[in-house]
Nanobody, 125 residues
């Protein structure tokens, strides 16, 4: 079993950049495809980005393409989400998640077995 902990959230202004991290313990992160999701108050959890185990392939929700970058460092057991040009609608709790098996349904929450507790991102306009 792998334990995930997100960090890096906070209060930022619209237009700013923010870097989130997700550090794993318990098992080697390289065994897992990783995803980032977010959930705003009153809304369902939505897919943001995913990265395959090697890091060679990345995938993004249309709403964040060009502004968000997912990456990973399997040596450090950490996955990152760089967020640029933040918008008020990016405000949410951001979660990282691990999937032991890669699937074409990487944007679905049910594909991920392990989740972190989340980190809050608040954007002021």
């Amino acid at each position: 079993q792998v334990q995930l902990v997100e960090s890096g959230g906070g209060l930022v202004q619209a237009g700013d950049s923010l870097g989130l991290s997700c550090t794993a313990s318990g098992r080697t992160l390289s065994n897992y495809a990783m995803g980032w999701f977010r959930q705003a108050p009153g809304k369902e959890r939505e897919f943001v980005a995913a990265i395959r185990r090697s890091g060679a392939m990345t995938y993004y929700a249309d709403s964040v393409k060009g502004r968000f970058t997912i990456s990973r460092d399997n040596v450090k057991n950490t996955v990152y989400l760089q967020i640029n040009s933040l918008k008020p609608e990016d405000a949410a709790v951001y979660y990282c998640a691990a999937a032991p098996i890669w699937s074409g349904s990487y944007d679905r929450t049910y594909r991920y077995d392990y989740w972190g507790p989340g980190t809050q991102v608040t954007v002021s306009s």
